[in-house]
């Protein structure tokens, strides 16, 4: 894998890897209607936050991208558009897609092929049958934060509150939004806490 050319990428992949693997071990996996996905390691968090950051700040059509990435393979999601051939994660593809997925509810699906990392498509919108996400856990990767409980109207625009229904309702999935304000969420789901876990890293990556 390329090494990401974002320096702060790699502490900030760091803490959320920590964090996510204090969520998973809290899973009662017997409660699970589908296993959980394998976590991704600190190189693929760090290569898609490297990605997602340099893509931030390029423009397409006139305006900076807005994507939001998930980290799920191909047979994962139930609504799913898939493209013919994988792109290669990187900010050239997808600054070029941005136009085409910058809706709310539309999210760029991240799985590895072989050796690299390709984005395979994009999932869409939430189940007819799931709940929407009212309330989410949020903490901060620096010493002394304590998660705590916020209103989704809070969490910030219709992308973060579109990736924490993704996540609800894809409870094997990690998503990564990132815009050019330097805001980088990454959502995650508690089953210990039965709901959304986000993990907000905009100080670090600043």
């Known amino acids: 894998m390329t ?10 992949a760091r803490r959320i890897l920590e964090q996510l693997a204090t969520v998973r071990s809290g899973v009662d996996s ?20 490297d990605a997602a950051f340099w893509a931030s700040l390029r423009e397409e059509e006139g305006l900076p991208p807005k994507i939001s990435l998930a980290f799920l393979p191909p047979h994962g999601s139930q609504v799913r558009l898939t493209f013919e051939r994988s792109l290669r994660l ?20 991240v799985w590895r092929e072989g050796e690299e990392l390709r984005v395979w498509g994009a999932t869409i919108g939430r189940r007819h049958t799931s709940a929407p996400v009212e309330r989410v856990l949020l903490s901060e990767p620096v010493e002394g934060d304590v998660a705590r409980l916020l209103a989704i109207s809070e969490l910030g625009g219709t992308r973060h509150q579109s990736a924490a229904q993704f996540v609800h ?3 094997d999935a990690v998503a990564l939004v990132a815009s050019k304000d ?23 990556l600043l």
């Open 182 to 204: 330097g805001l980088f969420s990454l959502f995650s789901w508690s089953a210990e806490r039965e709901m959304v876990h986000v993990h907000r890293v905009e100080g670090l």
């Open 90 to 109: 990187a900010p050239e593809p997808l600054t070029r897609l941005a136009p085409a997925v910058e809706n709310p509810g539309i999210h760029l699906g």
């Open 30 to 49: 017997s409660t699970l209607s589908e296993p959980l996905a394998p976590q991704p390691d600190v190189e693929t968090i760090e290569a898609m936050i």
């Open 169 to 171: 309702d894809q409870r």
């Open 3 to 12: 090494k990401p050319a974002y320096a702060i990428a790699r502490p900030a």
